[in-house]
């Protein structure tokens, strides 16, 4: 693996994260929760791998007839007045969004929980043009005090304590010194009850986009996301083309298998389908909506038959929560937006290939990610298949590729091993295995004082 640059940096943060006791008790303790949740939640499934094996299926159905999809959604959604942007890019889609806030002359933007605005990074962009943008989630809005990118794509805030949490109230909002959840939740809900009637502008993401009624399906546990696309005027989602399921009768299964995978919960507390603007008769809603349909680097993955399926993701983030890698290095480590496993597929894709495709190494192939994941992606295959396209476009390091000749040349031809002597042979094993920081905390492999051959030839004779 190349370690310039975000390899090296990757390496390097590991390197710490992963000796951070601290940090581990943190993770350990919040995951622990989580996996409890996660196991009493399968057992309300009489039959979770039918389900599993269910919902592949009718993501792969949409992953590969997506364009069919994609126009049966927007016909559907622009029946009803919705307007649909189709975004390239990260570039596209924040033009296209700057236009409708300045147009509105928004100056407040109230945001749910969205890895799409993540990865576009609109609240920066936002930020940057003068408009205040607020996120509405607890966790997302305790990371954005903190000035920090969300931890884990369930939950952003995992790696805080409760008096971590404390501690960036008191900083940041001066409240005083406190250890009740529930004052700290009661201050957040205050400050941002305000935001919701203030802000002229609501941006969401979209869990599911239902190709049959033309329907934006969000799921979420604070209801801050329904007040975000009622309470403003204009109401902005923000979608991955690949967040298509074919009817809203799939939400049936799809919304328990990702409430489940995510949090345990046989069902998230709000479930709500957006199918536009207010109509005529309706009492509540904006008086817009938009759909910003994302693409920025999705259609690279689905020009690759063999590496599609990691399209079918419904972002539960149960490989996150499984993987030794990500419990180890934590989620800040990736540097990227989508963290752990899936991040580790699809970040290449999506982000650059050559600066991203170490992340794919950051993995120990146990498969613990794909035994997990509820529509099947077969995870660690793709990271493998990740490294072959490293190899084959010689992206990967010119050092290593060498090593690994001489190594092969080694493997097929026995003579060469006879050439030095076990002492030769240790000073290079224990070079090459440094450069990858094998015998940084663990003693040098050794080669045993005689070959089996040897051995073999100095055996006592009958
Ligand atoms: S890859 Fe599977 S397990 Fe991981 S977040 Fe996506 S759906 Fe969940």
Known sequence: MISSGKAAQFLTDSDSKAFDLEHRRKIRFNIGKYNTAVQTGLGWYRDHELARSRAAYRKSQIVNNLDQYLLQWEENFTKRGGKVIWAQDAKEALTEIGKIVARKRARTVVKAKSMTTEEIHLNHFLEQNGVESVETDLGEYIVQLNGERPYHIVTPAMHLSKKDIADIFVKHLHIEPTDDAQKLVATARKLLRGKYTAAEVGVTGGNFLVADVGGVAVTENEGNARLSATFPRTHIAVVGIEKLIPTLQDLDLFWPLLSTSGTGQQLTVYNTVYLGPRQPLEKDGPDEMYVVLLDNGRTNLLAQPDKREALQCIRCGACLNVCPV??????????????????????????????????????????????????????????????????????????????????????KHRWTWSLAPTAAKNWVLERLLGQVGWSKRRDAIKLAPKSFRQQWKERPKK
């Open 326 to 411: 990500y419990k180890n290095i934590g989620g800040h480590t990736y540097e990227t937006t989508y963290s752990g496993p899936i991040g580790s597929i699809i970040t290449p894709h999506l982000a650059g290939f050559e600066e991203n495709k170490h992340l794919s190494y950051a993995s120990s192939l146990c498969g613990a990610c794909s035994s997990v994941c509820p529509v099947r992606i077969p995870i660690h295959n793709i990271l493998l298949l990740n490294r072959q396209q490293s190899v084959r476009e010689h992206l990967n390091d010119k050092d290593e590729e060498r090593g690994i000749k001489l190594w092969l040349y080694g493997m």
